[in-house]
């Protein structure tokens, strides 16, 4: 598509094509930062990093946002400023037409894969889907998600800008469509790029989640209550588990601390806990409930 594009912004002189162009070059870059940020954050936990590399999905989305924004929206708003300044008229407004619909099409078809692939999840949380997409811990989703989006609304933005262009002779349609497009682009941008630096500072994950987890300790034999739980957003679909229990029975401190243990490891067999830290709860400490 982005060769496509800018293929046509060349025939056609159209400053909204030539936007959708910097847009789907910027969004080829991203897809590489994309790919290496699922790689790199699979890679299993080791000494020198006890809770896993997850977090690092969060830097590589945070480049490809920063991408998106210099290379997409910058360039988009720029390139719109100059042909309102130096407008220039437009030619083969055909090749235009065809190049935006083949890649709405294309567009709508990695959009609706990305729906489907959100749509588990969000009826886990019972949350729509625009909903699960901004909250998830999974900054791949977000991104391809939000960019489609911006995507086919940008399109649809350089396809009227074409065609005011064609029906009033004017560049000035097709110059604001560029920097609307490029304003579009910011505002993903700067989203995606706020969205990654709060889970690089570290979240909590969701109240439902943290019930769960509670629902699930509850349900232990060994546990009595629970005082404390704090569950930290540590990498896509991945927490880590802080908690004080209260244990059943009055066993002696070394028993207490290998039962301890025990629970840890039945914690963190689950794929989505990157480790697991007990205490015990005094006696005096408040029991949480769901």
């Given at each position: 598509?982005?060769?496509?594009?800018?293929?046509?912004?060349?025939?056609?002189?159209?400053?909204?094509?030539?936007?959708?162009?910097?847009?789907?070059?910027?969004?080829?870059?991203?897809?590489?930062?994309?790919?290496?940020?699922?790689?790199?954050?699979?890679?299993?936990?080791?000494?020198?990093?006890?809770?896993?590399?997850?977090?690092?999905?969060?830097?590589?989305?945070?480049?490809?946002?920063?991408?998106?924004?210099?290379?997409?929206?910058?360039?988009?708003?720029?390139?719109?400023?100059?042909?309102?300044?130096?407008?220039?008229?437009?030619?083969?407004?055909?090749?235009?037409?065809?190049?935006?619909?083949?890649?709405?099409?294309?567009?709508?078809?990695?959009?609706?894969?990305?729906?489907?692939?959100?749509?588990?999840?969000?009826?886990?949380?019972?949350?729509?889907?625009?909903?699960?997409?901004?909250?998830?811990?999974?900054?791949?989703?977000?991104?391809?998600?939000?960019?489609?989006?911006?995507?086919?609304?940008?399109?649809?933005?350089?396809?009227?800008?074409?065609?005011?262009?064609?029906?009033?002779?004017?560049?000035?349609?097709?110059?604001?469509?560029?920097?609307?497009?490029?304003?579009?682009?910011?505002?993903?941008?700067?989203?995606?790029?706020?969205?990654?630096?709060e889970l690089l500072i570290?979240?909590?994950?969701?109240?439902?989640?943290?019930?769960?987890?509670?629902?699930?300790?509850?349900?232990?034999?060994?546990?009595?209550?629970?005082?404390?739980?704090?569950?930290?957003?540590?990498?896509?679909?991945?927490?880590?588990?802080?908690?004080?229990?209260?244990?059943?029975?009055?066993d002696t401190e070394s028993?207490?601390?290998?039962?301890?243990?025990?629970?840890?490891?039945?914690?963190?067999?689950?794929?989505?806990?990157?480790?697991?830290?007990?205490?015990?709860?005094?006696?005096?400490?408040?029991?949480?409930?769901?």
């Amino acid at each position: 598509m982005a060769v496509a594009k800018t293929v046509a912004a060349t025939v056609t002189g159209s400053a909204s094509i030539l936007a959708e162009a910097a847009h789907s070059w910027a969004d080829t870059g991203n897809e590489v930062f994309l790919l290496v940020a699922n790689r790199r954050s699979r890679r299993p936990a080791d000494d020198a990093h006890p809770l896993g590399y997850g977090r690092e999905a969060y830097v590589w989305a945070l480049l490809a946002a920063v991408g998106l924004f210099v290379a997409g929206a910058v360039l988009s708003v720029t390139h719109g400023v100059q042909e309102l300044v130096r407008p220039e008229p437009a030619t083969n407004f055909v090749v235009g037409y065809v190049v935006l619909a083949v890649s709405f099409v294309l567009e709508g078809v990695s959009f609706l894969r990305s729906v489907r692939q959100a749509k588990p999840g969000a009826e886990l949380m019972e949350r729509d889907v625009i909903e699960q997409v901004m909250a998830t811990s999974d900054p791949t989703l977000r991104a391809v998600f939000a960019e489609d989006s911006a995507a086919l609304i940008g399109l649809v933005i350089a396809a009227a800008g074409l065609g005011a262009h064609q029906l009033t002779g004017s560049a000035v349609p097709d110059a604001i469509g560029s920097i609307l497009v490029g304003l579009l682009l910011a505002a993903v941008a700067i989203y995606l790029i706020d969205r990654n630096r709060e889970l690089l500072i570290g979240e909590e994950a969701d109240p439902r989640i943290r019930a769960a987890v509670i629902r699930a300790l509850l349900k232990e034999p060994e546990v009595a209550r629970v005082t404390y739980l704090r569950l930290e957003i540590v990498g896509p679909r991945i927490v880590a588990v802080t908690g004080d229990v209260d244990i059943v029975g009055d066993d002696t401190e070394s028993h207490v601390a290998v039962r301890l243990r025990a629970l840890e490891a039945k914690l963190t067999g689950s794929p989505a806990v990157a480790g697991a830290v007990l205490s015990l709860s005094a006696p005096d400490e408040p029991s949480l409930t769901v």
